[in-house]
């Protein structure tokens, strides 16, 4: 096994609408900015991809529903040339066209193997782990939601691995089915990635922080939170990291301008062996379609609030010159 394995996370990434756009007019390298080489140096990247990427389909109107977000299907090179490995599709986008472009979206990101998990054709492979290989260590990707109960997978049905977020056996039994199923597959390190709460929401909920908990008492090694389009606070739980919330990463979205979802990171796990050793935390802008890295005031702002709300919940950021990280204690 490599000696150190970097796996670049991100929260939401809405390559839809204005962004689709922007790579049409400007080509498939514009929406990461000058992330690129960050994200393309990691051993492993994987996102929430918070849109369906396909031709067909028609918007969903079984119910109301006001946002529907759709990208061309070039927008998988755009995945690819950003050395995107593997994606969450367990949110409350990804049908946002109907099942054919839902199937569609899955057939264009196997072949062009972007491994996915978190939605399927059925309940089965919504529920089934994503399993990648890097540096010799087998790691793997569980999602799932707790957004639009009615897209729930069932045993003949397409749709997401959804559950209700509580400490009932209906929520932490399937978590802890993922996660054992993920290990008899061979998986070294089991990243739990979870599309939950509403919008806008700068702190998790003493319930949702008791589930996290959970889910990594049940033997998850990372908890991956994203939904509220802010960046939460970073918890250190039995010496594994509980991202709450990483909030977007590249988006069209309208900028609220006290709690701006413009502002978010590219979060980076340094793992050693079977451990994560270490959270590295990159500021982001999102700005015209686009992420960058933050620079100046803004950089700090960002590193500051993040700083304040981790405190919070008892975790310490260091820095020294232009980095900043969370250590982690994989002793425990």
């Known amino acids: ?86 994606v969450s599709l367990a949110n409350n986008h990804t049908l946002d066209f109907e099942e054919d472009a839902f199937v569609e979206m899955l057939k264009l990101l196997d072949s062009n193997h972007i ?30 939601t707790d957004n639009e109960p009615g897209w729930a997978a069932s045993r003949e049905g397409p749709g997401t691995n959804w559950i209700p977020i509580s400490l009932s056996e209906q929520s932490l039994e399937p978590a802890r089915e993922g996660i054992a199923s993920a290990r008899e597959a061979g998986a070294d390190v089991v990243i739990f990635s979870i599309h939950w709460g509403p919008n806008m929401v700068e702190r998790p909920s003493p319930l949702f922080r008791e589930f996290a908990r959970a889910v990594i008492d049940a033997g998850a090694d990372v908890y991956l939170g994203h939904s509220a389009h802010i960046f939460q606070g970073v918890e250190i739980y039995r010496g ?70 981790s405190a919070e919940i008892g975790t310490a950021i260091r820095s020294e010159d232009d980095r900043c990280w969370i250590e982690c204690r994989s002793d425990l």
Request: charged share 25%; aromatic share 8%.
């Open 1 to 86: 096994m490599k000696e150190r394995i970097s796996i670049a996370v991100t929260g939401d990434v809405m390559l839809g609408r204005g962004v689709n756009e922007a790579i049409r007019r400007y080509g498939l390298l514009y929406p990461w900015g000058n992330t690129l080489d960050e994200l393309r140096a990691a051993d492993l990247t994987l996102i929430n991809l918070e849109c369906v990427i396909a031709r067909g389909g028609r918007p969903w109107s079984r119910w109301p529903k006001i946002f529907h977000f759709k990208a061309d299907p070039a927008a998988v090179e755009a995945l690819l040339l950003a050395g995107v490995d593997g």
């Open 240 to 309: 594994r990291p509980i991202i709450y919330d990483a909030g977007d990463f590249v988006d069209d979205y309208a900028v609220d301008p006290a709690l701006r979802n413009d502002w978010g990171f590219l979060f980076r796990l340094q793992l050693s062996g079977r451990s994560v050793r270490r959270v590295e935390l990159i500021p982001t802008l999102i700005g015209r379609c686009q992420v960058n890295f933050a620079t100046g005031a803004a950089r700090e702002a960002i590193i500051e609030r993040m700083r304040e709300r």
């Open 115 to 144: 491994a996915h998990a978190g939605a399927g054709r059925n309940i089965e492979e919504a529920r089934r782990p994503a399993l990648l290989e890097t540096g010799g260590a087998r790691i793997a990707l569980i999602c799932f």
